[in-house]
């Protein structure tokens, strides 16, 4: 029997933070819609180098390669914003920036999960879901 973290998002930022720390670039874990939204975010701007979606009972497994230059990952940090017991909720005008632009953050828009540059270039605000950089 598996046990089922309540925080989808979560528990994805930890598996790829675990990842990291053991000096892996591969991860495995069992997928959602919103898991999927927030890779595919992840790989356009360049922090994931591709992810598949394997086919398993019950569930489907989403495998995720990070990006690496070198031998160093493309991600230095990575953090969940938004949380169950507080929410963080911003318009398109206070969508923060993260290491002077050189990071980003995702936020689940009503048009979707995208970047904080896409949601300013759309004017519009919503949950803000990750930090990385």
Known sequence: ?????TDQIADLLTRIRNCLMVGKN?????????????????????YIADYE?????????LHI???ESGK????????????????VYVSADEIPKVKS???LVLI?????????????????GGEILVRVW
Do not use: C, F, W
């Open 1 to 5: 029997m598996s046990i089922q973290s």
């Open 26 to 46: 591969e991860v495995y874990l069992p997928t959602s819609k919103l898991k999927v939204a927030v890779v595919e975010a992840l790989k356009n701007s360049g």
């Open 53 to 61: 979606l394997v086919d398993n009972e019950p569930r489907n497994i």
């Open 65 to 67: 390669t990070i990006t």
């Open 72 to 87: 160093v990952p493309a991600i230095h940090e990575i953090e969940k914003v938004s949380k169950p017991g507080r929410r």
């Open 101 to 103: 632009g050189r990071g």
């Open 108 to 124: 689940s828009t009503s048009k979707g999960v995208m970047t904080g540059r896409d949601a300013v270039k759309s004017r519009l």
